[in-house]
């Protein structure tokens, strides 16, 4: 059975760090991963996806990279900001399926 | 291009009541899949629903159920409320074979 873990499962940072979020899966035979944004009480945001045949996907000030070997993916965030306050959730979702299976979360604060 | 909407955003039942909550997928998608996310936890894989049939289904409870409409609009079902079903419910929409999920806004679902 496929789980998911992220760490840490809070992080509060002052702005213009650069950061790291982690997350783990038991199961490597994964098709892909995506990474997303939620605001409190809000819905999910696409920040990247990466294709299991991929290494690592960049969008402006995020770079996300995924080793399925391992079964590892980390979301670096540059220059933070506190605009980038929210929970940031890993998913990953199996070949034959088009399920998202998730973690529980990175909140992070970022202050001024 | 709307994004995917849910409608209500916001709903108070009562144990034991039934609710429909509702989910119109991104222009061009035909795949609707819906989670729950109790606070503080990652979303929790429901069904999807693909050609207005179920196509997978996760540990939820036959008190769930689904529909999916010729224009790929999608309802969620939940009937005799529990406490516990209190959640924000998502959905999401994405093209078979093409895996990247796009959420909506969620609807928050509280039982009382």
């Known amino acids: 059975k496929q789980e998911v873990t992220q760490i840490p499962a809070a992080l509060s940072v002052p702005e213009g760090e650069n950061l790291v979020l982690n997350c783990s899966f038991t199961?490597?035979?994964?098709?892909?991963l995506q990474w997303f944004r939620q605001d409190p009480g809000k819905g999910l945001t696409s920040l990247l996806l990466?294709?299991?045949?991929?290494r690592e996907q960049t969008s402006g000030r995020l770079n996300a990279s995924l080793d399925k070997s391992s079964g590892r993916s980390t979301l670096y965030i540059a220059a933070s900001q506190p605009g980038d306050s929210a929970t940031y959730l890993c998913?990953?979702?199996?070949?034959?399926?088009?399920?998202?299976?998730f973690g529980t979360g990175t909140r992070l604060q970022v202050f001024p | 291009d709307a994004g995917v909407t849910q409608s209500p955003t916001h709903l108070i039942k009562t144990r034991g009541q039934q609710v429909t909550l509702r989910c119109s997928p991104k222009?061009?998608?035909?795949?609707v899949s819906w989670y729950q996310q109790a606070l503080g936890q990652g979303p929790q894989f429901i069904f999807q629903?693909?050609?207005?049939?179920?196509?997978q289904r996760g540990n939820f409870p036959d008190r769930f159920s689904g529909h999916q409409f010729p224009n790929y609009s999608s309802e969620l079902n939940v009937n005799a409320l529990l406490l516990g079903d209190s959640a924000l419910y998502l959905c999401?929409?994405?093209?078979?074979?093409?895996?990247?999920?796009?959420f909506g806004q969620g609807t928050r679902l509280t039982v009382v």
């Open positions: 998913a990953v979702n199996a070949y034959n399926t088009d399920k998202l299976i």
């Open positions: 990466i294709q299991s045949s991929q």
């Open positions: 999401a929409s994405s093209s078979l074979g093409n895996t990247e999920a796009f």
């Open positions: 199961d490597s035979a994964i098709y892909n």
């Open positions: 629903y693909y050609e207005e049939e179920e196509r």
């Open positions: 222009s061009g998608h035909d795949t």
